[in-house]
């Protein structure tokens, strides 16, 4: 049997691939070569500048009309049930993502996982995926969806708030396709990795973490570029002059390796996705990022927190402070522990941090909030009302939770010197603990 196309078909396809090329050519910006010189070769001028990744609204639905064109919600299903683009299929990208593995949130799946999640969306390697989210930045289900092998895939700029057009409440379910998972191309990268680049001239580590969080702790070196200032006040991606020199006055260019990383991998997808649209040539994502990262003792880290001092007048020790050891207690020891009605967990993480996920009960001080703007220690009295306002008082016992060793000694002195006498430390891994987050998006 021939395969070759008959001419019908051949020009349907050669119409789409044309109307496809105006559109993405719409989306680019013009091309600004410099003028040729004699001792310049012209083959030396810059090259068009590559489609873009990210769509206007109008162009989102000019070539959503096309063949071969898939439109994708990666919302949950609950929001995508209140109202959807017309024609898009939901794949949300908590379905493409392992919650939770050995301590590290929000990993790729393993393929087969994966390939049995695309495969009943309907969608194949020969689609052009088109995908939105509610914001600008559906960036872990782009690094999903790029790993897996799809080579083109646009966003829709500013999301589902900013789609001017109808919206639809049927779904639409295509038939499960026959994907096989053999073009995979991960441009992620472990710690080993992002050790070996730290302190090179010739790469820059990325935090798309808040700066509250990146004080609470981050990879030495690392330079925090919040995810949220890559986005307008109107909620769509910042013009691509703005984005290129607000990175470069963080030292981000693209002669530069890159490496993104966050807390747990969302973040710093999105930080991978708007390099991509810049076209950087050299990117990569720290996917296991801060809850990787942070686990392993011979890993450093640094904390936004200079050198202070004990002032006596503020933080002299207490009447009836403890003064024995810190106990260090696993997860069945803490299970135990909070089973006897008197022990309280702790979490002196970031809010950022603890709103994502916590352990069931605990209690949220942030650390840093026991520091005034100095930087110095607040006086006692202010102390002890930060901790009995949320609860935490000297009759219990106060068990610490956070993701480093320099927070849970700080956290640990600064109980003891309000008198706590009875304070622990939980060292288990996060697994085993149920996530909010989670238990939220899914409903």
Not at 212 to 238: C, E, F, M, Y
Not at 362 to 373: G, H, Q
Request: charged share 20%; glycine share 8%; hydrophobic share 40%.
């Amino acid at each position: 049997m021939s395969t070759t196309l008959g001419a019908p078909t051949r020009a349907v396809m050669t119409s789409a691939t044309v109307a496809m090329a105006a559109v993405l050519a719409a989306a680019s910006p013009p091309t600004t070569a410099e003028p040729a010189r004699a001792d310049r070769p012209v083959a030396s001028r810059p090259q068009a500048v590559q489609p873009r990744i990210f769509l206007t609204a109008e162009q989102f639905q000019q070539l959503a009309r096309l063949p071969n064109v898939r439109v994708v919600d990666v919302r949950a299903p609950s929001a995508y049930a209140r109202g959807h683009i017309a024609g898009a299929v939901n794949l949300p990208w908590q379905s493409i993502t392992v919650r939770e593995v050995d301590g590290v949130r929000n990993e790729l799946p393993p393929r087969a996982q994966l390939q049995a999640a695309l495969r009943q969306a309907g969608l194949r390697y020969g689609d052009t995926l088109l995908i939105y989210d509610d914001g600008s930045l559906p960036g872990q289900a782009f690094v999903t969806l790029e790993a897996a092998g799809f080579e083109r895939i646009h966003v829709l700029d500013g999301g589902l708030e900013r789609w001017p057009f109808a919206r639809g409440t049927v779904a639409t379910v295509l038939p499960p396709s026959d994907l096989v998972l053999d073009r995979v191309k991960e441009q992620i990268v472990d710690a080993a990795a992002v050790k070996e680049r730290i302190g090179r001239r010739d790469a820059v580590i990325i935090d798309n973490r808040t700066e509250v969080a990146w004080s609470d702790g981050h990879i030495p070196g690392s330079t925090n570029v919040d995810r949220s200032v890559l986005v307008g006040k109107d909620g769509r991606l910042l013009p691509r002059p703005q984005l290129q020199s607000l990175l470069k006055s963080y030292g981000v260019t693209p002669d530069k390796e890159v490496v993104t990383y966050c807390g747990s991998g969302i973040a710093a997808s999105d930080g991978y996705l708007v390099l991509r649209e810049l076209g950087f040539p050299r990117i990569a994502v720290y996917h296991g990022s801060w809850d990787d990262w942070s686990r392993n003792p011979a890993n450093a880290q640094q904390v936004g927190l200079p050198n202070w001092t004990f002032d006596s007048a503020k933080v002299a020790p207490q009447p009836g402070a403890g003064a024995g050891g810190l106990a260090l207690l696993d997860e069945a020891a803490l299970r135990t522990a909070l089973a006897d009605g008197r022990t309280v967990v702790l979490d002196v993480r970031s809010p950022a941090d603890f709103s994502a996920g916590h352990i069931k009960g605990s209690i949220n001080v942030f650390w840093n909030d026991t520091l005034d703007p100095q930087r110095n220690l607040r006086p006692l009295p202010e102390l002890k009302q930060l901790f009995a306002s949320k609860g935490v008082t000297p009759d219990k016992r106060v068990v610490i939770f956070t993701r480093g060793g320099i927070q849970v000694a700080h956290a640990y002195t600064v109980l003891k010197l309000l008198g706590y006498p009875d304070v622990a430390a939980y060292t288990g891994r996060w697994e085993g603990w149920e996530s909010r987050l989670w238990a939220n998006a899914a409903r």
